[in-house]
């Protein structure tokens, strides 16, 4: 062999050795990631087999949201955040400093919506509401601020209204020696102050949740008096909800168990929500009309009219997220990667805070683009709003201006009555907390109505013609 053909030979024998070292290195490095990935799977099953640290035991009687996030610390980390205090264009609430006092310890309130536009103390003449009514704020505030509203100091309010605003079902339990509606129905007669002493928490997890399974269930007895009432009226017979309804369903219902407009009905404040002709305005108008029910005297015209709650469930049935099967939780609590868990995210609050994945999970497109086309639904519904105000502020002021004229009774009445019905549909769209967004046209709708009870109503106080009968 020559000396060309030893190092040809010598060259071929080296890149030989070559790409077996490199073939064993691949395939080392192929069996590793491998290993990593199995091991990775592993670690992600056992991870979904547990999707909550076994820490502490839970049963019915633990109202503490704490205690329960020993248990799942990545919801109550969710819920602990429902402290912020961030505005969206038309909700939320920017905080305000004030100095606490003895009667008032709170050291950070909502700014005041009567400063924000006086116009609601016409409106609302007479009524507690006229006092102090303030922007929305976070889960974590709803007992304090309704225990230290001002609205306390004009009314005595009923132990009815900590229904929505305290965990509750622990505190009726005991109340009813274990019949949770006989306990809500003493705790609806007592004294809001009385009422309170019995309540440590706002909403929390055992209001939501069954405490051995997990699963959603209601607990608050005016939604499962209400839905009842709703379903036979639709022609489902002893409707049950946490018997009947699907899980879809109850991520509504959860939410739904607040967000309704209810009254107090008879001398035992009983909580009603006014469902039993149905869920839409004109319905629950018919319900009011048959009822007889009035929340006040409106002290300007003399009108018993109504207070619109906050009938956020009512208005959502209306629209086409509800028409399409999706649930509050999908948008308010929208689900969450936390390694190889799905959790709902408890930190509560406008989707247009979380676009990412309270929206775009549906529709794709940008962030921005989707904030637009809200923004634009609420602020076509706002201006309608401020129409209808106007509608009712001039209605109220030609009331006072008629009864110091000399104006006939039956003029009048029809003018109160139509006072009643303007100021109703024009709040069921302002104490409702989306501005228009849950069912635009719906909200568009009943301000529209609105406006024309008022206009209608100005006309009744009119001289009639000449001539005329």
Aim: hydrophobic fraction near 35%.
């Amino acid at each position: 062999m020559t000396e060309p053909e030893k190092a040809s030979e010598k060259r071929r024998w080296f890149s030989g050795i070559r790409l077996v070292v490199a073939v064993a290195v691949v395939a080392a490095l192929a069996s590793a990631g491998v290993t990593a990935l199995l091991v990775n799977i592993m670690e992600r099953k056992q991870e979904g087999r547990n999707p909550f640290y076994r820490v502490v035991e839970l049963d019915d009687t633990i109202t503490d949201p704490a205690v329960w996030g020993k248990n799942f610390p990545l919801q109550y980390d969710g819920y602990r955040r429902t402290v912020d205090q961030k505005r969206t264009r038309y909700g939320g609430s920017e905080a305000l400093a004030r100095t606490p006092t003895q009667a008032d310890p709170r050291s950070v309130v909502a700014q005041s919506r009567l400063e924000e536009d006086p116009r609601l103390v016409t409106m609302w003449s007479g009524y507690a509401f006229a006092k102090d009514f303030r922007e929305e704020r976070g889960h974590a505030y709803m007992l304090d601020d309704q225990t230290f509203t001002e609205r306390q100091q004009v009314t005595q309010q009923p132990g009815t209204c900590i229904h929505c605003h305290g965990s509750v079902y622990v505190p009726y339990k005991k109340l009813g020696d274990g019949d949770l509606i006989k306990g809500f129905e003493k705790m609806n007669q007592m004294p809001f102050a009385e009422a309170r002493k019995l309540v440590e928490h706002p909403v929390s997890c055992i209001d939501c949740h069954d405490p051995g399974t997990m699963q959603l269930r209601v607990t608050r007895p005016g939604f499962i008096e209400g839905i009842a009432a709703l379903k036979a009226s639709q022609g489902v017979a002893d409707f049950q909800v946490n018997r009947d309804a699907t899980r879809q369903e109850m991520r509504t219902y959860v939410c739904g168990q607040c967000h309704v407009e209810y009254y107090f009905k008879g001398k035992e404040k009983r909580l009603t929500y006014p469902w039993s002709k149905g869920i839409n305005i004109d319905q629950i108008m018919a319900y009011y009309d048959e009822d007889g029910h009035a929340d006040w005297t409106h002290a300007l015209t003399g009108a018993k009219v109504l207070k619109a709650q906050h009938p956020e469930f009512e208005m959502y049935n209306q629209g086409i997220h509800a028409k399409s099967g999706v649930a509050c939780a999908d948008c308010h609590m929208p689900y969450q990667r936390e390694g190889a868990m799905k959790v709902s995210d408890h930190h509560v609050r406008s989707p247009l805070l979380n676009i990412n994945r309270a929206c775009q999970t549906c529709h794709k497109w940008s962030e921005a683009e989707l904030l637009q086309r809200a923004e634009t639904i609420q602020t076509r519904t706002f201006q309608t709003r401020n129409l209808a105000m106007d509608a009712l502020v001039d209605l109220i002021h030609d009331l006072e201006s008629a009864q110091k004229s000399g104006v006939p009774e039956d003029a009048l009445a029809k003018a109160r009555d139509l006072q009643k019905r303007a100021q109703f549909y024009l709040d069921f769209v302002e104490a409702e907390n989306s501005m228009g967004f849950h069912a635009d046209q719906e909200a568009v709708r009943i301000l529209s109505n609105s406006i024309n009870f008022s206009r209608l109503g100005q006309n009744a106080l009119r001289p009639a013609p000449r001539g005329s009968p």
